[in-house]
């Protein structure tokens, strides 16, 4: 085996621990963010984040929206939420269903912008 690492005949996967940094950061955003966005902060694969969160019992984002939840939570038009989307360039993840999946601090953001263009319309 050693000889075969050192020719790099196999391509093992590198693991490294996780840092008390990491850990504090999961802790903290795992309820807001998806776990394929915790992993991509975190430059982890989406498999060792949903472990880790399941080590510590914590659950990955559960509250988010739909597209259709979301225009009822804000009182927003679906093409608002769009225009939103679009102008602060955020992509949205689709859930195992193949429905987008908006977290809350996706649609703080976009009402946040949608507020704010309101009140620049308003300025005029």
């Not at 020719?7 to 008390?20: C, G, I, Q, Y």
């Not at 988010?64 to 949205?92: D, F, P």
């Not at 946040?112 to 319309?121: K, M, S, T, V």
Request: with cysteine; aromatic share 10%.
């Amino acid at each position: 085996m050693r000889r075969a690492n050192r020719l790099a005949l196999f391509n093992l996967p590198s693991s490294r621990a996780w840092t008390r940094e990491e850990d504090n950061y999961l802790m903290f955003k795992a309820e807001r963010y998806l776990a394929d966005e915790l992993a991509t902060r975190l430059n982890r694969t989406v498999g060792a984040v949903k472990s880790r969160l399941k080590y510590f019992g914590w659950k990955e984002a559960s509250d988010v929206y739909s597209v259709n939840k979301a225009c009822k939570a804000t009182g927003y038009a679906m093409t608002q939420l769009e225009r939103a989307r679009k102008s602060i360039h955020m992509t949205w993840r689709r859930n195992s269903k193949g429905h987008f999946a908006i977290t809350p601090d996706q649609l703080t953001r976009m009402t946040d912008y949608l507020r704010d263009e309101g009140r620049d319309l308003n300025a005029l």
